[in-house]
């Protein structure tokens, strides 16, 4: 009996390390593990409009409007700084578990205040530690925030439709429900 207890116990063993590490952390197409990025250039603004961005993955150079074709987008513009950011990323965390097989892209764009060499390392981490499962991308140079105008307030989301037309600016943090409202508007 002792030795079907520890043969049962390795097997379970076995396979939750195994899970562990075959576990999909995709949160977007193409996205595995790594999933903070650094906006590298911005395109041409079109008011109103998604604006594109380019990000470097695997050494390749991709567009965020490849990332986001066909699909809503929800753009969260916050800081790791900012209080009322960290208090929505788990309500944000909650949206993309559930909508993760929708045609929605959840995706965070980090505005930093600190020196640009660390504005990376600190989104990484703070991405990393709270197990976020949603893709993020590093405005170090305050490019897109710029595109858009700046921000005057984070969080700021933007929840465009499947068009690239933006529909609504939330500005401040809001709950799951509220996030859930406007998106279902547009899905």
Known sequence: MKKVIISVLSIVAVISIFSMFSKDLTSAEGTKNKQVFEVTSVSEVVKDKLIDFKYIENGEEKSFSDLAK????????????????????????????????????????????????????????????????????????????????GMQYVPTTLIINKDGVIKEVIQGARPYESFMESIKKVL
Request: contains cysteine; charged residues 25%; glycine residues 6%.
């Open 70 to 149: 066909g699909k809503v987008v929800f753009l969260n513009f916050w800081g790791t700084w900012c209080p009322p950011c960290r208090g929505e990323i788990p309500d944000i965390m909650k949206i993309q578990k559930e909508l993760a097989k929708s045609d929605i892209i959840i995706a965070g764009v980090a505005l930093e205040r600190n020196t640009t060499k660390d504005k990376f390392a600190k989104v990484e981490n703070f991405h990393t530690s709270n197990k976020m499962n949603y893709i993020n991308f590093v405005d170090v140079d305050n490019k897109l925030n710029a595109a858009y105008g």
